[in-house]
């Protein structure tokens, strides 16, 4: 059971690994780096979001998302403006070139859920979806654990 274990969690990084490279593949075209694209999907569906919830939700330090948002400005995919009632506070505003780049995003994305999770039925889809749910909660309370010993 102990083997059967280590195989499963090493398949599980095989799969994640699997996943981000084809990501990276599939958006290179781009012109977008793979975590400035996670960091622009972000923002496309909460473009509210601050520089401190942005590097929250994507759990790495305010100054690495203020490098990638500088990125992403420089190359057009973004724009700072200031905020009329505090000249102190920038939005950050996903320009036309950046929508254009999360639209198509949005469809390798399918694509690529299609094929990771081809000819999956229904209720393997579901059974996998609880399996993984459970994993996931295993895992934060695992982490927790480790929090608490600190």
Request: hydrophobic share 35%.
């Amino acid at each position: 059971m102990e083997e059967q274990k280590h195989r499963i969690v090493h398949m599980f990084g095989v799969t994640d690994r699997t996943l981000k490279r084809s990501i990276a593949k599939k958006v290179e075209n781009t012109g977008v780096y793979r975590s400035q694209h996670r960091l622009l999907m972000i923002l496309g569906k909460h473009p509210d979001c601050s520089q401190t919830e942005l590097a929250e939700r994507l759990e790495i330090s305010p100054a690495a998302v203020a490098v990638s948002l500088k990125k992403l400005e420089k190359s057009g995919f973004i724009s700072r403006q200031c905020q009329e009632n505090d000249n102190r506070v920038n939005q950050v505003v996903i320009t036309e070139k950046g929508w254009k780049t999360i639209d198509l995003s949005t469809q390798y994305f399918r694509e690529m859920e299609n094929a990771f999770l081809n000819d999956f039925s229904e209720e393997e889809l579901k059974q996998l979806q609880n399996f993984l749910e459970r994993m996931i909660k295993n895992g934060e309370d695992y982490y927790q654990t480790l929090i608490k010993q600190e």
